[in-house]
């Protein structure tokens, strides 16, 4: 029902901050392919009728997007949850095109407090990246990603020592469970020889 009457409804703001909740519950659920298949219909969130000049009548002056980051976000890590929106390179490849539209807005020059959030946001999502490369088992391009991120940002938390002992600590026990389970292997083959 909500389904419909978001598709029946004309895009502005508030049907916008109703379909980011709609995402948010639906990848919260893990029902991805649903959220997939829904998402689908906003393209790359870049169409024309998803900017405030569209709708010049309704908000006269405002400027940009009508999207907000957190549906950004949303939409950037759904293929690493769904495959069938591109998987990791998928993820991948929408991360790092929101830090280039992030990086052309801090070119663009921003008053200080925009300026933040933007770069406040650029962090977040290049260490959901770093996690994503963490995650596939590309551990060392996550920590130099990390260690990148600190260096960029020195005032921010970002958990560099943290995340590289996890990371590290991940791949060494996944080495030992592999090991454990072909000792346990061998040991179930020599037993049935005897």
Same mark, same amino acid.
């Given at each position: 029902m909500?389904?419909? +009457? +978001?598709?029946? @409804?004309?895009m502005n703001p508030n049907t916008i901050k109703l379909w980011t909740l709609r995402f948010t519950l639906l990848i919260k659920l893990k029902l991805y392919s649903t959220a997939d &298949? !829904?998402? @689908?219909?906003?393209?790359? +969130?870049?169409?024309?009728?998803?900017?405030? !000049?569209?709708?010049? &009548? !309704?908000?006269?002056?405002?400027k940009g997007s009508i999207i907000p980051w957190s549906l950004r976000l949303l939409w950037s890590i759904l293929p690493l949850h769904c495959p069938s929106a591109g998987g990791l390179y998928g993820a991948l490849d929408r991360m790092y095109g929101l830090v280039y539209h992030l990086d052309q807005a801090l070119l663009a020059g921003l008053p200080y407090l925009q300026e933040q959030r933007v770069i406040k946001n650029k962090t977040s999502l290049l260490i959901q990246v770093a996690? @994503? +490369?963490a995650g596939s088992?590309?551990?060392q391009p996550a920590i130099k990603l990390l260690k990148q991120i600190k260096s960029d940002q020195p005032d921010m938390a970002v958990p560099v020592s943290n995340?590289?002992?996890?990371?590290?600590t991940k791949l060494a026990t996944s080495t030992r469970e592999k090991v454990f389970w072909e000792r346990c292997r061998i040991n179930s083959l020599r037993r049935k020889k005897k």
């Open positions: 909500l389904t419909e +009457l +978001l598709n029946s @409804a004309e &298949v !829904e998402m @689908a219909m906003f393209g790359s +969130l870049d169409n024309c009728d998803l900017y405030y !000049e569209f709708y010049h &009548v !309704e908000h006269p002056g405002k996690g @994503a +490369l088992g590309s551990i995340a590289s002992y996890d990371c590290t």
